[in-house]
Protein backbone atom coordinates (compact mmCIF):
# COMPACT_ATOMS: atom_id res chain seq x y z
CA UNK A 1 0.00 0.00 0.00
CA UNK A 2 1.18 3.32 -0.89
CA UNK A 3 1.40 5.75 2.12
CA UNK A 4 3.64 8.96 2.99
CA UNK A 5 5.99 8.65 5.65
CA UNK A 6 6.63 11.79 7.87
CA UNK A 7 8.95 12.08 10.84
CA UNK A 8 6.55 12.03 14.03
CA UNK A 9 8.06 14.59 15.90
CA UNK A 10 10.18 17.92 15.20
CA UNK A 11 11.22 20.42 17.98
CA UNK A 12 12.65 24.09 17.84
CA UNK A 13 13.61 26.85 20.07
CA UNK A 14 11.55 30.30 19.26
CA UNK A 15 13.28 31.85 16.24
CA UNK A 16 15.08 28.66 14.79
CA UNK A 17 14.35 26.78 12.22
CA UNK A 18 12.99 23.53 11.44
CA UNK A 19 12.02 21.54 8.32
CA UNK A 20 9.71 18.48 8.30
CA UNK A 21 10.13 16.02 5.31
CA UNK A 22 7.50 13.37 3.11
CA UNK A 23 8.60 10.37 2.21
CA UNK A 24 6.35 9.14 -0.70
CA UNK A 25 6.71 6.96 -3.90
CA UNK A 26 6.10 7.10 -7.74
CA UNK A 27 2.82 6.80 -7.69
CA UNK A 28 2.31 9.77 -5.64
CA UNK A 29 4.45 12.73 -4.82
CA UNK A 30 7.19 11.95 -7.77
CA UNK A 31 4.39 12.79 -10.25
CA UNK A 32 2.03 15.06 -8.47
CA UNK A 33 1.79 18.29 -6.02
CA UNK A 34 2.04 18.23 -2.40
CA UNK A 35 -0.02 19.82 -0.41
CA UNK A 36 0.67 20.78 3.13
CA UNK A 37 -1.82 21.18 6.47
CA UNK A 38 -1.16 23.26 9.74
CA UNK A 39 -3.70 21.80 12.50
CA UNK A 40 -3.44 23.51 15.68
CA UNK A 41 -5.19 22.11 18.74
CA UNK A 42 -8.87 23.79 18.90
CA UNK A 43 -9.01 24.53 15.44
CA UNK A 44 -9.68 23.53 12.22
CA UNK A 45 -7.16 22.26 9.57
CA UNK A 46 -5.40 25.31 7.42
CA UNK A 47 -3.85 25.08 4.57
CA UNK A 48 -0.09 26.05 4.19
CA UNK A 49 1.40 25.34 0.84
CA UNK A 50 -0.20 24.05 -2.00
CA UNK A 51 1.55 22.63 -5.12
CA UNK A 52 4.55 21.84 -3.35
CA UNK A 53 5.84 25.29 -2.94
CA UNK A 54 3.10 27.92 -3.14
CA UNK A 55 1.62 29.36 0.25
CA UNK A 56 -2.21 30.91 -0.10
CA UNK A 57 -2.51 34.54 0.58
CA UNK A 58 -2.56 35.17 4.22
CA UNK A 59 -0.33 32.50 4.58
CA UNK A 60 3.32 34.33 6.39
CA UNK A 61 6.34 33.39 4.66
CA UNK A 62 8.21 32.01 7.46
CA UNK A 63 6.58 28.80 6.08
CA UNK A 64 8.28 27.27 2.59
CA UNK A 65 7.71 24.05 0.36
CA UNK A 66 9.54 22.37 -1.39
CA UNK A 67 9.50 18.79 -3.69
CA UNK A 68 12.58 16.69 -5.27
CA UNK A 69 11.50 13.42 -7.03
CA UNK A 70 9.63 11.12 -4.03
CA UNK A 71 10.16 13.46 -1.42
CA UNK A 72 9.17 16.81 -0.04
CA UNK A 73 10.01 19.01 3.13
CA UNK A 74 8.38 21.69 4.69
CA UNK A 75 10.45 24.92 6.34
CA UNK A 76 9.28 27.19 9.07
CA UNK A 77 11.80 29.81 9.71
CA UNK A 78 12.00 31.96 12.99
CA UNK A 79 9.76 29.49 14.89
CA UNK A 80 6.89 31.13 17.42
CA UNK A 81 4.99 29.39 20.11
CA UNK A 82 1.88 29.60 18.17
CA UNK A 83 3.45 27.01 15.59
CA UNK A 84 3.14 24.00 18.07
CA UNK A 85 0.72 21.91 16.25
CA UNK A 86 0.43 19.09 14.13
CA UNK A 87 1.52 19.02 10.42
CA UNK A 88 0.38 16.91 7.36
CA UNK A 89 1.59 16.00 4.29
CA UNK A 90 -0.96 14.98 1.61
CA UNK A 91 -0.90 14.28 -1.96
CA UNK A 92 -2.71 12.33 -4.70
CA UNK A 93 -1.66 8.89 -5.52
CA UNK A 94 -2.05 7.48 -8.79
CA UNK A 95 -2.62 3.44 -7.73
CA UNK A 96 -5.36 4.51 -5.49
CA UNK A 97 -6.51 7.02 -7.19
CA UNK A 98 -7.51 9.26 -4.40
CA UNK A 99 -5.93 11.52 -1.64
CA UNK A 100 -3.24 10.05 0.63
CA UNK A 101 -1.97 11.72 3.97
CA UNK A 102 0.74 11.33 5.65
CA UNK A 103 0.83 10.27 9.31
CA UNK A 104 1.90 13.55 10.59
CA UNK A 105 4.56 15.52 12.38
CA UNK A 106 3.91 16.81 15.58
CA UNK A 107 5.72 19.91 16.13
CA UNK A 108 7.03 21.53 19.65
CA UNK A 109 8.19 24.71 20.41
CA UNK A 110 10.60 24.41 22.99
CA UNK B 1 -17.31 35.28 6.73
CA UNK B 2 -15.42 32.07 4.20
CA UNK B 3 -16.28 28.95 6.47
CA UNK B 4 -17.65 25.83 6.91
CA UNK B 5 -19.82 24.63 9.76
CA UNK B 6 -20.54 21.20 10.63
CA UNK B 7 -23.40 19.51 12.16
CA UNK B 8 -23.07 18.23 16.05
CA UNK B 9 -21.56 14.67 17.41
CA UNK B 10 -23.30 11.37 16.64
CA UNK B 11 -23.25 8.28 18.75
CA UNK B 12 -24.02 5.33 16.68
CA UNK B 13 -24.28 1.38 17.43
CA UNK B 14 -22.51 -0.76 15.30
CA UNK B 15 -24.26 -1.63 11.95
CA UNK B 16 -26.34 2.15 12.18
CA UNK B 17 -25.61 4.83 9.71
CA UNK B 18 -24.83 8.60 10.25
CA UNK B 19 -25.52 11.79 8.11
CA UNK B 20 -23.38 14.30 8.47
CA UNK B 21 -23.85 17.69 7.43
CA UNK B 22 -21.77 20.64 6.36
CA UNK B 23 -23.11 24.51 5.72
CA UNK B 24 -20.82 26.71 3.61
CA UNK B 25 -20.89 30.17 3.71
CA UNK B 26 -18.98 33.42 1.94
CA UNK B 27 -17.86 31.92 -1.51
CA UNK B 28 -20.30 30.58 -4.41
CA UNK B 29 -21.19 27.33 -3.38
CA UNK B 30 -21.50 25.78 -6.68
CA UNK B 31 -18.18 27.23 -7.38
CA UNK B 32 -16.25 24.01 -5.85
CA UNK B 33 -16.56 20.67 -4.30
CA UNK B 34 -16.42 19.35 -1.23
CA UNK B 35 -14.74 16.52 0.59
CA UNK B 36 -14.73 14.13 3.28
CA UNK B 37 -11.46 13.54 5.23
CA UNK B 38 -11.74 11.48 8.64
CA UNK B 39 -9.25 11.02 11.16
CA UNK B 40 -9.64 8.43 13.60
CA UNK B 41 -8.00 8.36 17.30
CA UNK B 42 -3.88 8.20 16.95
CA UNK B 43 -4.50 7.93 13.13
CA UNK B 44 -3.37 9.63 9.84
CA UNK B 45 -6.50 11.50 7.54
CA UNK B 46 -8.28 9.06 5.49
CA UNK B 47 -9.63 10.87 2.52
CA UNK B 48 -13.22 9.36 1.76
CA UNK B 49 -14.14 11.15 -1.39
CA UNK B 50 -16.26 14.50 -2.35
CA UNK B 51 -19.01 15.83 -4.49
CA UNK B 52 -18.96 18.37 -7.26
CA UNK B 53 -21.63 21.04 -5.68
CA UNK B 54 -22.68 22.19 -9.43
CA UNK B 55 -22.62 18.75 -11.14
CA UNK B 56 -22.83 16.35 -8.34
CA UNK B 57 -20.17 14.25 -10.21
CA UNK B 58 -19.07 12.04 -6.90
CA UNK B 59 -15.60 10.31 -6.33
CA UNK B 60 -15.05 7.89 -3.92
CA UNK B 61 -11.96 6.57 -1.80
CA UNK B 62 -11.52 2.54 -3.34
CA UNK B 63 -11.67 1.88 1.09
CA UNK B 64 -15.30 3.04 1.26
CA UNK B 65 -17.15 2.58 -1.98
CA UNK B 66 -20.43 1.73 -1.54
CA UNK B 67 -20.63 2.41 2.32
CA UNK B 68 -20.94 6.26 1.46
CA UNK B 69 -22.91 8.64 0.24
CA UNK B 70 -22.53 12.16 -0.64
CA UNK B 71 -25.53 14.59 -1.41
CA UNK B 72 -25.90 18.18 -2.05
CA UNK B 73 -28.69 21.04 -1.30
CA UNK B 74 -27.51 24.19 -3.36
CA UNK B 75 -30.16 25.84 -2.08
CA UNK B 76 -29.18 26.08 1.24
CA UNK B 77 -25.37 25.55 0.28
CA UNK B 78 -25.07 22.19 2.30
CA UNK B 79 -23.37 18.99 2.11
CA UNK B 80 -24.54 15.79 3.58
CA UNK B 81 -22.25 12.74 3.91
CA UNK B 82 -23.98 9.62 4.52
CA UNK B 83 -21.98 6.49 5.77
CA UNK B 84 -23.85 3.33 6.42
CA UNK B 85 -23.26 -0.18 8.34
CA UNK B 86 -20.95 1.36 11.28
CA UNK B 87 -18.21 -0.23 12.47
CA UNK B 88 -16.51 0.12 15.51
CA UNK B 89 -13.24 1.20 13.29
CA UNK B 90 -15.58 4.27 11.93
CA UNK B 91 -14.81 6.10 15.03
CA UNK B 92 -13.09 9.20 14.19
CA UNK B 93 -13.65 12.89 13.41
CA UNK B 94 -14.68 13.61 10.21
CA UNK B 95 -14.11 16.94 8.44
CA UNK B 96 -15.58 18.64 5.48
CA UNK B 97 -13.17 20.32 3.11
CA UNK B 98 -13.85 22.67 0.15
CA UNK B 99 -11.84 21.82 -3.01
CA UNK B 100 -11.52 23.92 -6.05
CA UNK B 101 -11.40 21.05 -8.52
CA UNK B 102 -10.72 17.14 -7.76
CA UNK B 103 -6.78 17.57 -7.64
CA UNK B 104 -7.05 20.82 -5.99
CA UNK B 105 -5.59 21.52 -2.76
CA UNK B 106 -8.12 21.26 0.40
CA UNK B 107 -8.14 25.01 1.18
CA UNK B 108 -10.74 25.31 3.72
CA UNK B 109 -11.71 22.88 6.40
CA UNK B 110 -14.33 22.63 8.77
CA UNK B 111 -14.22 21.74 12.37
CA UNK B 112 -15.26 18.18 12.36
CA UNK B 113 -18.16 16.32 13.64
CA UNK B 114 -16.69 13.36 16.21
CA UNK B 115 -18.73 10.22 15.56
CA UNK B 116 -18.39 7.24 18.41
CA UNK B 117 -19.49 3.81 17.43
CA UNK B 118 -20.01 1.71 20.35
Known amino acids: QSVLTQTPSASGSPGQRVTISCSGS????????VNWYQHLPGTAPKLLIY???QRPSGVYDRFSGSKSGTSASLAISGLQSEDEGDYYC???????????FGGGTRLTVL | QLQLVQSGAEVKKPGASVRLSCKAS????????LHWVRQAPGQRPEWMGG????????KFSQHFQGRVTFTTDTSASTADMELSSLKLEDTAVYYC????????????WGLGTVVSVS
Open chain 2, 51 to 58: INADTGDT
Open chain 2, 97 to 108: ARVGSWFGPFDV
Open chain 2, 26 to 33: GYRFTDYS
Open chain 1, 90 to 100: ATWDDSLNGWV
Open chain 1, 51 to 53: SSD
Open chain 1, 26 to 33: SSNIEGNS
